[in-house]
């Protein structure tokens, strides 16, 4: 059984900083891509960076400038770091992986439950 469980979230006023982590546990064989995505209220949830296994960062348009992410392989653990926050970036924050389990099976991606993220003064 494979958990990914989030953490970080809160509320930050306008121009703040927050730090998401993410970290997976159970049956895992190896952790490929690691994404984060997030959904605000009455919208479709949207991607906003992922990571590779081998540090290969991507960056939809609204994270550009302004988050970074990175990872921990050793305790397969990703990171969302977010500055200059606005009130558009209020979401529930989800972590995803690409990952293999122990028993051999073919790779599928986890979702962990999420964070929520609110930007307000």
């Known amino acids: 059984q494979v958990q990914l469980v989030e953490s970080g979230g809160g509320l930050v006023q306008p121009g703040g900083s927050l730090r998401l982590s993410c970290a997976a546990s159970?049956?895992?064989?190896?952790?490929?891509?690691m994404y984060w995505y997030r959904q605000a209220p009455g919208k479709q949830r949207e991607l906003v960076a992922g990571?590779?296994?081998?540090?290969?960062?991507i960056f939809e348009d609204p994270a550009k400038g302004r988050f970074t992410i990175s990872r921990d392989n050793a305790n397969n653990t990703v990171y969302l770091q977010m500055s200059s926050l606005i009130p558009e970036d209020t979401a529930v924050y989800y972590c995803?992986?690409?990952?293999?389990?122990?028993?051999?099976?073919?790779?599928?991606?986890?979702w962990g439950q999420g964070t929520q993220v609110t930007v307000s003064l």
């Open positions: 159970g049956n895992i064989f190896r952790i490929y891509g």
């Open positions: 990571i590779s296994s081998g540090a290969v960062t």
């Open positions: 995803n992986a690409d990952l293999q389990t122990s028993d051999g099976g073919s790779v599928h991606g986890y």
